[in-house]
């Protein structure tokens, strides 16, 4: 069975300053998909960014962005020039392809991240 | 584009009782999962479900159950709650079931059994 684990419980960093949050996973797989969602107080899980395994470049979106490490099983994310906004848990998660295309997102136990002013 | 309504954000039941939450997915979304986040457990999926049939299912008793209706509105079902049913409960949708497609969740419904 598929896992993810996230080592950090809980992270904090200064305002404008860069943080690295952890993630490893195991499968054997070679085919899958890789995302970090944020969850605010509000509750709703938030889309940060996505990767596809068979993609070697790492993706970006805005000030957030990963390093993916494919024979490592790591995905971490880097979120630069933090905001008090970027303030939530984040999870790493896991999903794979399939040929009958449902598959179960599989969630890390997620990372509290604090940001300070 | 009206994102994944949850309705009731809150809900206080008694053990013993059930209980029926819904989910409106986005527009054209034809799948909508759900999962169960507790402190303890995390977030563990319980089922998914596309074009109304149930595509997979997570490691729940039978209690647990669901359904999709043919405007893709999705339903939960918990009978004869138990304390540890005690959970935020969330709904997500996606335009298609693929692992590329990402998944959109509701603000959840708070249940909690007493």
């Known amino acids: 069975a598929q896992t993810v684990t996230q080592s950090q419980p809980e992270m904090s960093v200064q305002e404008a300053e860069t943080v690295t949050l952890s993630c490893t996973y195991d499968?054997?797989?070679?085919?899958?998909?890789l995302f970090w969602y944020k969850q605010p107080p509000s509750r709703q899980m938030i889309l940060v960014i996505r990767?596809?395994?068979?993609?070697?470049q790492n993706a970006t979106e805005n000030r957030f962005s990963v390093n993916f490490q494919k024979a490592a099983k790591s995905f971490s994310l880097k979120i630069s020039d933090s905001q008090l906004g970027d303030a939530a848990m984040y999870f790493c998660a896991y999903r794979r392809t399939t040929q009958g295309g449902s598959e179960k997102l599989v969630f890390g136990k997620g990372t509290k991240l604090t940001v300070n002013p | 584009k009206a994102g994944v309504t949850q309705t009731p954000r809150y809900l206080i039941k008694t053990r013993g009782q059930q209980v029926t939450l819904s989910c409106s997915p986005i527009?054209?979304?034809?799948?909508v999962s759900w999962y169960q986040q507790t402190p303890g457990q995390g977030l563990q999926f319980l089922f998914e479900?596309?074009?109304?049939?149930?595509?997979n299912k997570g490691n729940f008793p039978g209690r647990f159950s669901g359904r999709q209706f043919s405007n893709s509105r999705s339903e939960m079902n918990v009978s004869t709650l138990e304390l540890g049913d005690s959970a935020l409960y969330l709904c997500?949708?996606?335009?298609?079931?693929?692992?590329?497609?990402?998944?959109?969740f509701g603000n959840g419904t708070r249940l909690t059994v007493t």
């Open positions: 499968t054997s797989e070679s085919d899958y998909y």
């Open positions: 527009s054209g979304h034809r799948s």
């Open positions: 479900y596309f074009s109304e049939t149930q595509r």
């Open positions: 990767q596809e395994a068979y993609k070697q």
């Open positions: 997500a949708s996606s335009a298609r079931n693929r692992g590329n497609s990402p998944l959109h």
